[in-house]
Nanobody, 123 residues
Framework: VQLQACGGGLAQAGGSLRLSCVVSGHTLREYAMGWFRQAPGKEREFVAG????????SYGDPVKGRFSISRDYAKNLVILQMNSLKPEDTAAYYC?????????????????WGQGTLVTVSS
């Protein structure tokens, strides 16, 4: 499984960004997908996740009500829509996949990772 994340950039507080993760290399029917983020000097943090085959979104507490995860089957994309951005959302964002349909918020449970895409939110 290969993952490629894109869509990061600079946004003002209160603004929005949309991250996409292109997935290739394997049928994803039995996979769960996740977005994580890591700010400088901090541990990697769960942002959002869902099973690929059925929408079962889950979110980390800091982003609940502001971020939304979805899948585009036709384009093999996992999308993270980020609204009402805050300066504390600034981080490198990573998409990840795990070979099980059980959801997990633990980064160590994910076998496949894309490169990070940087999100910077100015106040």
């Amino acid at each position: 499984v290969q993952l490629q994340a894109c869509g990061g950039g600079l946004a003002q507080a209160g603004g929005s960004l949309r991250l996409s993760c292109v997935v290739s290399g394997h049928t994803l029917r039995e996979y769960a997908m996740g977005w994580f983020r890591q700010a400088p000097g901090k541990e990697r943090e769960f942002v959002a996740g869902t099973k690929w085959i059925v929408a079962t979104p889950s979110y980390g507490d800091p982003v609940k009500g502001r971020f939304s995860i979805s899948r585009d089957y036709a384009k093999n994309l996992v999308i993270l829509q980020m609204n009402s951005l805050k300066p504390e959302d600034t981080a490198a964002y990573y998409c990840a996949a795990k070979r099980s349909t059980s959801m997990s918020t633990m980064s160590t449970d994910y076998e496949y990772w894309g490169q990070g895409t940087l999100v910077t939110v100015s106040s």
